[in-house]
């Protein structure tokens, strides 16, 4: 049963940082793509940024220099680092991991940021 455990959400006034880690278990295999997604009140989940194996990585325009992606890949985890927060980033942040061969894909239950004005 894989497992995806996300930590480091919380409440921060605008231009702040946090940090957020996800660490996966129960995987035999190593994740393809690992990343973040986040979801608004009232809006559709969008993506933040991903990860590959190898190290590429994707960001959503609106994330672009502000925040970092990282994995361990031997720890089988990712971390977002965000900086200049804005209240619009406010959501909740999902961890996604991804297995190609196996056509699957494995979410956490979120962890809630909140940036104030």
């Known amino acids: 049963q894989v497992q995806l455990v996300e930590s480091g959400g919380g409440l921060v006034q605008a231009g702040g940082s946090l940090r957020l880690s996800c660490a996966a278990s129960g995987s035999r295999f190593d994740f393809n793509v690992m990343g973040w997604y986040r979801q608004a009140p009232g809006k559709q989940r969008e993506l933040v940024a991903t990860?590959?194996?190898?190290?590429?990585?994707n960001y959503a325009d609106s994330v672009k220099g502000r925040f970092a992606i990282s994995r361990d890949n031997a720890k089988k985890t990712v971390s977002l680092q965000m900086n200049s927060l804005k209240p619009e980033d406010t959501a909740v942040y999902y961890c996604?991991?991804?297995?190609?061969?196996?056509?699957?894909?494995?979410w956490g239950k979120g962890t809630l940021v909140t940036v104030s004005s």
């Open positions: 990860i590959a194996t190898g190290g590429t990585t």
């Open positions: 996604n991991a991804v297995i190609y061969f196996k056509g699957l894909d494995y």
